[in-house]
Nanobody, 116 residues
Framework: VQLQACGGGLVQAGGSLRLSCAAS?????KGWFRQAPGKERIFVAS???????RYDESVKGRFTISRDDAKNTVDLEMNSLKPEDTATYYC??????????????WGQGTLVTVSS
């Protein structure tokens, strides 16, 4: 399965962006991770086959993950963006129940920059 992410860019603090990721095949769970410069890649959000969603505490209430299985896509709506959200965002797919514990596929990453 190949994943292609898009939607990153430059936005001012308090603004919004929507990331989208298209998959070449189906996965059970999908999600987003991010990696800030000089830091490790960390979990952001996930959505399972039964639409159960999980979020890192730092984005709860601001980010919303959604999936469209007919199109094999997973989106991340990001609102009230903060400079600390600046990172390269990676979409991910898994044949397991939780993509944050078992990641089988990675997208190429899309850069999100939030200016203060």
């Amino acid at each position: 399965v190949q994943l292609q992410a898009c939607g990153g860019g430059l936005v001012q603090a308090g603004g919004s962006l929507r990331l989208s990721c298209a998959a070449s095949g189906r996965t059970y769970s999908k999600g987003w991770f991010r990696q800030a410069p000089g830091k490790e890649r960390i979990f952001v959000a996930s959505i399972a086959q039964n639409d159960i969603t999980r979020y890192d505490e730092s984005v709860k209430g601001r980010f919303t993950i959604s999936r469209d299985d007919a199109k094999n896509t997973v989106d991340l709506e990001m609102n009230s963006l903060k400079p600390e959200d600046t990172a390269t965002y990676y979409c991910a797919g898994s044949m397991g129940v939780r993509v944050e514990t078992r990641t089988d596929y990675w997208g190429q990453g899309t850069l999100v920059t939030v200016s203060s």
